[in-house]
Each structure stands twice: as C-alpha cells, then as structure tokens.
Nanobody, 124 residues
Framework: QVRVVESGGGLVQPGGSLRLSCEVF???????MAWFRQRPGKVRDFVAA????????YYEDSVKGRFTISRVNRQNTAYLQMNSLKPEDTAVYYC??????????????????WGQGTQVTVSS
C-alpha cells in the first residue's frame, strides 16, 4: 500500500537548475530517503541520502557542492535541489525510502520502497 511519488524532472540547459520532489504515501515507517539515478544501459547509482536522525546527509562525490538533499519536518517528503547541472547528470532519477536497517545509505538494498522515476535531461 506504500506509494513513492517523485516529480520535477524535465529538460534544462547545462549550468541550469532543477528541483526534484518526492513524497511517500502510506505506513512506510520511513527513517531515511535517498535519490538514485540510472543512465540507459547502466546500473542504478547512488546520488544523495538523508537520515531522519539529525538530518544527516550523504552525497556521491560528483554532485557534492552542486546538489542538496533536504526533507520536510514531520513528513515523508524529500527534495533534491540540483544546481550547475552538467550533461553527464542526464538520467532517470529515482526516489527511495526505507528503515535504514544497516546504515549503508548509499546502497540500494537499504531501501524498501521506490518511485517510478523522473527523467532529467541536461542539454543545450
């Protein structure tokens, strides 16, 4: 019964910005949320994560200083603010939520519920 819904994808020029939104509906008992991305023919890669305790954040090296993950207090909602976008950021972006059983927030296996993805295209 848990649904994960992400939105905000689209076409943006290099150097531009985009903000992705994610909301989890249902009794998910979410403790951590994350964003992953997948390029055609490639595996799904970690982008950013946030843990409810202390709002601790984690980022893949290539997006540090450009992307910011945040959450809405008392809600199962997360955002990914993407600035200084590059063509290599083009991918389908997926939102994930879970209980954070192991604490390895960069691992897809940490998350139970996933959204359907939203396309982000960075091109001139």
């Amino acid at each position: 019964q848990v649904r994960v819904v992400e939105s905000g994808g689209g076409l943006v020029q290099p150097g531009g910005s985009l903000r992705l939104s994610c909301e989890v509906f249902g009794r998910s008992s979410t403790e951590a949320m994350a964003w992953f991305r997948q390029r055609p023919g490639k595996v799904r890669d970690f982008v950013a994560a946030i843990h409810w305790v202390g709002d601790k954040t984690y980022y893949e090296d290539s997006v540090k200083g450009r992307f910011t993950i945040s959450r809405v207090n008392r809600q199962n909602t997360a955002y990914l603010q993407m600035n200084s976008l590059k063509p290599e950021d083009t991918a389908v972006y997926y939102c994930a939520a879970g209980r954070s059983e192991t604490g390895r927030l960069n691992a897809g296996s940490e998350y139970t519920w996933w959204g359907q993805g939203t396309q982000v295209t960075v091109s001139s």
